[in-house]
């Protein structure tokens, strides 16, 4: 297995428990963790900087879960007040979107943005954030790591606008492609994205 295989292996591992987690399911921490090692072992090597880092955001992945988990068994907050629908029109945002890559709508229906694959991008970084008040700030909700790979990845959308960052790396940790998606929700999400000169 070579040093590019075992990455790939330990990145689908760590998706893997994220599926796994947005399925509503507990991932095996053991089992995974296993996994992992297991995938340094094939390669020949012995545990090396990939392979904690790998099992590092394995661990972030279980104790975003675990987090999750305790607030769901919380007793449920006391309803919100609810916002007349004339009022909920001035938090319309048109959905704008900069950078130097093209990102689209994946085609097929569903949530999803697509971009052509980069040659020298070695892995992928998506931030979620999202703004629940007009005159606030986005504050990231998610980060998710995607290998190089990988051309498309599902918005999670709602009633607040979500931005979406996404930034191609290479191997050096340079950033080499990047796009900036705001104003997303699920009202909007079929509107036309006004573009924007550059990403800021």
Do not use: C
């Given at each position: 297995?070579?040093?590019?295989?075992?990455?790939?292996?330990?990145?689908?591992?760590?998706?893997?428990?994220?599926?796994q987690?947005?399925?509503?399911r507990?991932?095996?921490?053991?089992?995974?963790?296993?996994?992992?090692?297991?995938?340094?072992?094939?390669?020949?090597?012995?545990?090396?900087?990939?392979?904690q880092?790998?099992?590092?955001?394995?661990?972030?992945?279980?104790?975003v879960?675990?987090?999750?988990?305790?607030?769901?068994?919380?007793?449920?907050?006391?309803p919100?007040?609810?916002?007349?629908a004339?009022n909920?029109?001035?938090?319309?945002?048109?959905?704008?979107?900069?950078?130097?890559?093209?990102?689209?709508?994946?085609?097929?229906?569903?949530t999803?943005?697509?971009?052509e694959?980069v040659?020298?991008?070695?892995?992928?970084?998506?931030?979620?954030?999202?703004?629940?008040?007009?005159?606030?700030?986005?504050s990231?909700s998610?980060?998710?790591?995607?290998?190089?790979?990988?051309?498309?990845?599902?918005?999670?959308l709602g009633?607040?606008?979500?931005?979406?960052?996404?930034?191609?790396?290479?191997?050096?940790?340079?950033?080499?492609?990047?796009?900036?998606?705001?104003?997303l929700?699920?009202?909007?999400?079929?509107?036309?994205?006004?573009r924007?000169?550059?990403?800021?």
């Amino acid at each position: 297995m070579t040093g590019d295989e075992v990455t790939r292996a330990y990145a689908a591992i760590v998706n893997e428990a994220r599926a796994q987690v947005a399925a509503g399911r507990d991932p095996n921490a053991q089992a995974l963790a296993a996994r992992i090692r297991a995938a340094t072992k094939r390669a020949g090597a012995t545990a090396s900087s990939e392979e904690q880092r790998a099992l590092q955001q394995l661990e972030r992945v279980l104790t975003v879960h675990r987090a999750r988990a305790r607030v769901t068994r919380e007793p449920a907050p006391p309803p919100m007040r609810v916002v007349p629908a004339p009022n909920r029109r001035v938090l319309r945002t048109r959905p704008t979107i900069s950078g130097n890559m093209d990102v689209r709508r994946k085609k097929g229906g569903g949530t999803a943005l697509a971009w052509e694959r980069v040659a020298r991008v070695a892995a992928w970084e998506v931030r979620f954030s999202e703004r629940s008040d007009p005159r606030g700030d986005y504050s990231v909700s998610e980060t998710r790591e995607l290998p190089a790979e990988a051309t498309s990845v599902d918005v999670p959308l709602g009633e607040h606008p979500v931005r979406v960052h996404l930034l191609g790396r290479g191997r050096d940790g340079r950033l080499l492609s990047r796009a900036i998606i705001s104003g997303l929700t699920a009202e909007t999400w079929s509107e036309k994205w006004q573009r924007r000169a550059t990403a800021s």
